[in-house]
């Protein structure tokens, strides 16, 4: 009994903590494509369609919060429509949007988990009720800073988000209307020609949980007639950094992903050596199976 509950726990742990596969993240639209142009790999592609559904429902995870779960639901409605990788242009994050400077002060590590998001949230509301004990000036100060609010008039796009939210407000008090948290699923195609007439063809997908847990995973086959499921877990123990662990029927796969904005850099360990994959922009260079190729990624 004991082992079964230091399990749950240690899951439970890294569920909160982990953050999602920055290939989910990084895409904003529904193709991805990959060119290698040097080295021993002669061609290869990657098409990716992403998709985004409703997974777990809002007020189960956010009700322990100890915030008003009707106006949490609400501001987060107005924020982000409840996607769990909503991303703004001037770098707003998760489902209530967050900007890094913000996450780091309330302590957030990883804005896409939207259950620390939430938590976060109310933290922040808390402090603003005690500035401004007043919701519609809370909401003022939410969206144009305690410092702006206190020396000047709220501006009009604050007060049309402050309007929109007590919309919400009011309607979650008067029907109880349930909502769903938004996550990312994609589904791959890819395929890569090596020199000596090898091809490799990989067929599947992947998931985030809540931004938190990712699994990707499909069907692999070549052209020897090799044939293999394939699996790997990213844990993220930061918004920026996963541990990474895989399984084929060619082995155990370890290692790391970091990811910053643009730029990710991942590193296996695999039973038929080392792989890494560095990009930025789009651009990036790959190593596996001691070859190297030059891709160019786009999304459309």
Same mark, same amino acid.
């Given at each position: 009994?004991?082992?079964?509950?230091?399990?749950?726990?240690?899951?439970?742990?890294?569920?909160?903590?982990?953050?999602?596969?920055?290939?989910?993240?990084?895409?904003?639209?529904?193709?991805?494509?990959?060119?290698?142009?040097?080295?021993?790999?002669?061609?290869?592609?990657?098409?990716?369609?992403?998709?985004?559904?409703?997974?777990?429902?809002?007020?189960?995870?956010?009700?322990?919060?100890?915030?008003?779960?009707?106006?949490?639901?609400?501001?987060?409605?107005?924020?982000?429509?409840?996607?769990?990788?909503?991303?703004?242009?001037?770098?707003?994050?998760?489902?209530?949007?967050?900007?890094?400077?913000?996450?780091?002060?309330?302590?957030?590590?990883?804005?896409?988990?939207?259950?620390?998001?939430?938590?976060?949230?109310?933290?922040?509301?808390?402090?603003?009720?005690?500035?401004?004990?007043?919701?519609?000036?809370?909401?003022?100060?939410?969206?144009?800073?305690?410092?702006?609010?206190?020396?000047?008039?709220?501006?009009? +796009?604050?007060?049309?988000?402050?309007?929109?939210?007590?919309?919400?407000?009011?309607?979650?008090?008067?029907?109880?209307?349930?909502?769903?948290?938004?996550?990312?699923?994609?589904?791959?195609?890819?395929?890569?020609?090596?020199?000596?007439?090898?091809?490799?063809?990989?067929?599947?997908?992947?998931? +985030?949980?809540?931004?938190?847990?990712?699994?990707?995973?499909?069907?692999?086959?070549?052209?020897?007639?090799?044939?293999?499921?394939?699996?790997?877990?990213?844990?993220?123990?930061?918004?920026?950094?996963?541990?990474?662990?895989?399984?084929?029927?060619?082995?155990?796969?370890?290692? +790391?992903?970091?990811?910053?904005?643009?730029?990710?850099?991942?590193?296996?360990?695999?039973?038929?050596?080392?792989?890494?994959?560095?990009?930025?922009?789009?651009?990036?260079?790959?190593?596996?199976?001691?070859?190297?190729?030059?891709?160019?990624?786009?999304?459309?």
């Amino acid at each position: 009994m004991r082992k079964i509950l230091t399990f749950l726990i240690l899951s439970s742990i890294v569920f909160a903590l982990a953050d999602p596969l920055s290939e989910i993240v990084w895409m904003h639209d529904s193709k991805d494509y990959y060119l290698y142009i040097t080295g021993g790999s002669i061609m290869g592609f990657k098409a990716v369609a992403v998709f985004e559904v409703p997974l777990f429902p809002v007020d189960s995870l956010i009700f322990f919060t100890g915030c008003d779960v009707n106006l949490l639901k609400a501001m987060i409605r107005a924020e982000s429509g409840f996607k769990v990788h909503a991303k703004s242009k001037t770098g707003a994050l998760g489902v209530s949007q967050i900007v890094r400077k913000t996450a780091k002060w309330l302590g957030l590590r990883n804005p896409y988990n939207p259950v620390l998001s939430s938590m976060a949230i109310c933290r922040y509301v808390r402090y603003l009720y005690k500035k401004f004990p007043n919701t519609e000036k809370m909401l003022w100060a939410y969206h144009d800073g305690e410092g702006k609010i206190r020396i000047s008039p709220p501006s009009r +796009s604050a007060r049309n988000y402050a309007k929109i939210v007590m919309r919400f407000y009011d309607e979650y008090r008067r029907t109880g209307k349930v909502e769903f948290f938004w996550d990312r699923v994609y589904a791959f195609v890819s395929a890569d020609y090596f020199f000596g007439d090898l091809l490799e063809v990989r067929l599947g997908g992947a998931l +985030s949980v809540l931004g938190s847990l990712d699994l990707e995973g499909g069907y692999l086959i070549d052209s020897e007639g090799f044939k293999s499921w394939f699996l790997r877990s990213y844990l993220r123990l930061f918004h920026d950094l996963a541990f990474i662990v895989g399984w084929s029927e060619r082995g155990w796969e370890m290692g +790391s992903s970091t990811w910053l904005d643009d730029y990710n850099l991942e590193v296996l360990s695999t039973p038929l050596g080392p792989e890494a994959t560095i990009y930025l922009n789009g651009l990036g260079i790959s190593f596996k199976r001691k070859r190297i190729g030059i891709f160019y990624r786009f999304g459309f």
